[in-house]
């Protein structure tokens, strides 16, 4: 003998996600990047000098080729370290393949310009259309008006 079969009414049943591992893993996420990004930027790390008057418009150039000269006098493009010599045979190539390209010289803060003087003149021999210096933005103290004010980590 069958039985009869009882229908149950059909409920519809929403299931809900729980969006809080999600938010979780994001919020991770963007901690790290924020923590991160800056780092990448800088490559050699060196002491920018600072200056008190920041320039607004200092996108001169889309891509300017970036020359760092650390503390003990390397010169540095492009990740890879060279002496004299072998920076000004790079750049040399470099102006070829585009000679209205322009240079940015990050230089240690504690270096003198005796110690930028020779790639100055060799800029300038080679026939860059300019060179621009990257400094750090210096903020004035307000308890005195001092040079011993420090730079922050900006570059401009």
């Keep these: 003998m069958k039985r009869p079969r009882i ?3 059909a409920v519809d049943v929403q299931p809900d996600m729980n969006v ?3 938010v979780d893993v994001v919020l991770v996420l963007l901690i790290i990047f924020m923590v991160v990004a800056p780092r990448m930027d800088q490559d050699v790390p060196v002491d920018l000098p600072g200056i008190f008057n920041v320039d607004p418009d200092v996108k001169a150039s889309v891509d300017p080729l970036k020359i760092t000269v650390a503390k003990g006098g390397a010169y540095h493009i492009d990740g890879k370290e060279y002496d004299l010599q072998g920076a000004t045979e ?5 102006h070829v393949a585009d000679p209205y390209r322009r240079v940015v010289l990050r230089a240690d803060a504690k270096l003198t310009f005796g110690d930028v003087r020779q790639l100055f003149a060799k800029v300038q021999d080679i026939g860059f259309p300019g060179l621009s210096l990257m400094v750090g933005e210096r903020h004035r103290s307000q308890s005195s008006s001092d040079d011993s004010a420090q730079p922050s980590n900006q570059a401009y």
């Excluded at 790079?90 to 470099?94: G, T, V």
């Design 7 to 9: 229908r149950h009414a």
């Design 20 to 22: 809080t591992p999600l």
């Design 90 to 94: 790079l750049l040399s190539a470099e």
